[in-house]
């Protein structure tokens, strides 16, 4: 099919539509609305529900509903709205109950809240951060299978730039290949009466008829699912990084902007690259450990007041080179990142940093 | 010198608060006390546990116990949740009401049976069958004055059971005549167990 | 003719039909107090699903309480959720799966306590589903605190000398709140503390899962159920106490029902 010119938040919604999403929820707010807007006009017509729900818990527990009964389900926010979600989010995870959510963050890159999740217990989202809208609607469809594939919430993390920002796109159908079917858990009333009724419990204590592992070992079982989902999925991306003294380390929006900068320099001979973690949970351990040795310097460039930072300085294997080169950055309204997404700010920045660790005795 | 008490019963047979008038009998005699107690949601049925360990001086015991010295033993339903964390030699007393059957295999174990719940409804008032195990309790083990666990037990009892406070004493005095006064003492010379 | 041997028992043994375990109940071994009336009126709900040939298409979500142990016993495909949120979640089930016979249970504190938005919205919406609220007007399972339905004079450990209205508020009437909806086709309030009381509620819960399969909209089912342990009273005074405290304060009947 030719492209079109589609807002990111149209794009997604069509990615969600084929990817076979039939129960979408949300409470309006920017940079959000427009994909509830979409989904509500275009849902319907593909079979599918699109509630406006009245609250964002409201919105999170009806999505966990469908997601119960074997649908594919989805909802978001903004990161203000998501906030509210963190109790649903963890009890979709400790219900090992597919979902996934759309934060689609305003001036501030929600990292943390996206990684490390404000919810109860041993739980992580599988979380990708497109960098623009055609990885934007492969990363919708993939989250898809991801959160069956694995029975857990995940989250697509976008922003104003990408909800809003058209481009000229055709959004195609992918397969990622086969999955397990849900009969065994997903609930349709068909079992009751049985003997065999399902139950779907975080304690998973189960029924006289079919006793349950109980709270100890289901969240065991639950946390072993995560490690290994560490082990198996993590991605990233590096852009000229082979051999660079200074590595650019950004997600989303901004490793556009870092990657533009990092052309501009290597045409005046700095020798710069850039990595960029796909999975912001799993975070790419392995890729940043391979792709920071030997660096002079590695800076993280990240619109908040440092986050990403804490997992950079973590898995690095040599955390005196690191430096945050990023900032807390709205703009007027409050809803959109404000002047440090910049190609100009962030070229002056890297200048400053090289600059300051070349000087003798640094 | 740590004695420590493990208690097991379910929802509703005065456990808890046993327990709680046991550290307060404890404290009230000038020792230094710890109660941990472990409970779900529910007034009534599933399990609940309490830990209570008194000692001479400053404790240094853990909240959860792996060689305790003693059980308090309401019924049979969670006994297999303290019986890992019992010493060698430790002492058991039972609710022989409720406990008929349960073998107590902890090597070594002074086993004391009271007909508990039966003395309670001899008395007219079955939901102090917890306070007549106590006294048995406190009466073979010295752990506390029988004297001291009553008047624990008019400083526990909530403002809306008043009513039954000369029956709780009286059931923890008829259950201290049950059993034989330091049989097997916590304290003294006589005392047997790890320091 | 043979004589009757009045000094054994019958052969065989007549049947008390007390003793008969329904079908929906994979158990009927239960923790709840002595007193409580949950089971009661669990067992009227399952009673009336048979009578409607509903057993084999019921979704239930339960919320947190002691009644919860009801839907563990249950025989019937089940999700428990987050405090107050049953509303919300039942909204996602009946939309994927319009011909179930979906249910939420709910106590006063997760319902009009916890999750007064969700249950009002879910009426507003006109949501095809049943919600039933168990209403002891406490929260039995924590220990026994106050709830935005404790009727004013209750004794609970968070309002010892007695509910009063300069300090504590005024208790809710969820069920009039519901009745002014407009999404909400039938509401009703009921009680099990009396044999007359058990029959009328049970057909009021018939009614609003007949309406529900008819599509009717929103349908609620208030069931006021004895806790004495929470209301510290003795237990045998139960029923008697739920008639001078919340009949007193709430009333029963149908407060809306469907226009014909």
């Given at each position: ?40 006009k ?41 906030s ?31 990684t ?51 481009v ?17 858990w ?14 779907i ?125 990023g ?36 | ?64 116990a ?28 039972v ?12 090597p ?57 406070l ?30 | ?31 709840l107090?002595p007193?409580?009336?949950h ?35 249950s ?22 799966m ?22 009002l ?11 039933l ?13 106050m ?39 039938y ?11 058990i ?24 069931v ?10 003795p237990?045998a ?23 014909g």
């Amino acid at each position: 099919m030719a492209p079109r010119l589609m807002q990111g938040s149209d794009a997604v919604a069509d990615a969600a539509i084929v990817a076979g999403c039939r129960f979408f929820t949300g409470y309006p707010m920017l940079p959000f609305t427009e994909l509830l807007e979409n989904m509500a006009k275009k849902l319907p017509a593909a079979g599918g529900v699109c509630i406006n729900a009245e609250s964002e818990i409201e919105a999170i527990n009806m999505a966990l509903g469908a997601a119960a009964t074997g649908a594919r389900a989805a909802t978001g926010s903004c990161g203000q709205g998501v906030s509210l979600m963190q109790e649903g989010i963890a009890e979709l995870a400790l219900n090992e109950l597919p979902l996934v959510v759309f934060t689609m963050a305003r001036g501030q890159q929600d990292y943390f809240q996206s990684t490390r999740g404000g919810g109860w217990g041993d739980y992580r989202t599988i979380t990708l951060a497109p960098r623009d809208i055609p990885e934007a609607v492969v990363h919708t469809q993939l989250l898809f299978h991801l959160a069956d594939l694995y029975r857990t919430p995940v989250i697509f993390y976008g922003d104003y730039v990408i909800a809003h920002t058209s481009v000229g796109i055709d959004v195609e159908e992918l397969d990622f290949g086969p999955l397990p079917s849900k009969d065994h858990w997903a609930l349709d009333g068909t079992m009751s009466g049985t003997g065999q009724a399902r139950q779907i419990w975080t304690w998973a204590r189960g029924k006289p008829n079919t006793p349950g592992p109980g709270p100890n070992q289901s969240w065991v079982t639950i946390a072993d699912k995560y490690a290994e989902i560490e082990r198996t999925e993590q991605r990233y991306e590096t852009y000229r990084a082979e051999g660079a003294e200074t590595l650019v380390v950004s997600f989303g929006t901004t490793s556009v902007f870092v990657d533009r900068v990092v052309d501009e320099l290597r045409e005046e001979g700095v020798s710069i690259g850039s990595f960029r973690p796909i999975t912001l949970w799993p975070f790419p351990t392995v890729g940043l450990a391979e792709a920071t040795r030997g660096c002079r310097r590695v800076l993280v460039y990240e619109l908040n007041a440092g986050q990403m930072v804490d997992d950079v300085r973590m898995y690095a294997e040599d955390r005196s080179v690191i430096r945050s080169i990023g900032g807390v950055s709205q703009d007027t309204s409050g809803m959109r990142q404000g002047d440090l997404l910049n190609a100009d700010e962030l070229r002056t920045r890297i200048r400053r940093a090289v600059a300051e660790s070349t000087a003798v005795g640094s | 010198m740590e004695r420590e008490v493990l208690c097991t019963g379910v929802g509703g047979q005065g456990v808890q608060i046993a327990a709680k008038t046991l550290a307060t009998a404890a404290l009230d005699e000038g020792r230094q006390v710890m109660l941990v107690p472990r409970y779900g949601g529910g007034m009534r049925g599933g399990m609940t546990n309490a830990e209570i360990t008194i000692g001479d001086q400053a404790l240094r015991a853990l909240p959860v116990a792996t060689s305790a010295w003693s059980a308090y033993v309401m019924d049979p339903s969670y006994w297999s949740t303290i019986r890992p964390n019992l010493a060698d030699g430790a002492v058991v007393v039972v609710n022989s009401s409720l406990c008929a059957g349960l073998g107590v295999d902890v090597p070594g174990a002074r086993v004391f049976e009271v007909a508990a719940s039966e003395v309670a409804s001899g008395l007219g008032s079955p939901m102090s069958a917890g306070f007549v195990l106590l006294g048995a309790f406190v009466a073979v083990t010295g752990l506390v004055g029988v004297e001291s666990a009553v008047g624990a037990m008019r400083q526990l009892v909530p403002a809306y059971r008043t009513q039954h406070l000369e029956v709780n004493a009286g059931a923890i005095r008829a259950g201290a005549a049950l059993l034989p006064a330091g049989a097997a003492p916590a304290w003294g010379p006589a005392a047997v167990g790890a320091v | 003719m043979t004589t009757v041997d009045i000094h054994a028992a019958p052969e065989p043994a007549g049947r008390r039909v007390a003793s008969f375990k329904p079908d929906l109940l994979q158990s009927s071994e239960h923790d709840l107090c002595p007193g409580c009336g949950h089971p009661v009126a669990w067992r009227l709900v399952l009673d009336t699903l048979v009578e409607l040939e509903l057993s084999r298409r019921t979704i239930l979500i339960a919320g947190h309480g002691c009644y919860t142990q009801m839907m563990k016993i249950s025989d019937l495909d089940s999700l428990q959720c987050l405090h107050g949120r049953a509303p919300a979640v039942a909204t996602g089930v009946k939309r994927m799966m319009p011909d179930a016979a979906v249910l939420t249970l709910q106590g006063d504190g997760d319902m009009v306590s916890e999750g007064l938005h969700e249950v009002l919205h879910a009426a507003a919406r006109a949501e095809n589903v049943t919600a039933l609220l168990f209403n002891n007007g406490v929260f039995g399972d924590t220990g026994g605190h106050m709830t935005a339905t404790t009727v004013i004079g209750q004794r609970t450990k968070t309002s010892l000398e007695g509910r009063d209205a300069t300090t504590h508020g005024y208790p809710i009437d969820v069920a009039r709140l519901l009745a002014q909806i407009e999404g909400a086709a039938y509401v009703a309030r009921g009680a099990v503390n009396t044999p007359g009381m058990i029959s009328r509620t049970q057909r009021m819960i018939r009614r609003a899962l007949e309406l529900q399969m008819a599509g009717a909209g929103f349908t609620f089912v208030e069931v006021l159920t004895m806790c004495p342990t929470g209301w510290f009273v003795p237990t045998a005074s139960g029923p008697e106490y739920l008639e001078d405290s919340m009949m007193e304060t709430f009333g029963v009947g149908e407060l809306k029902t469907p226009p014909g």
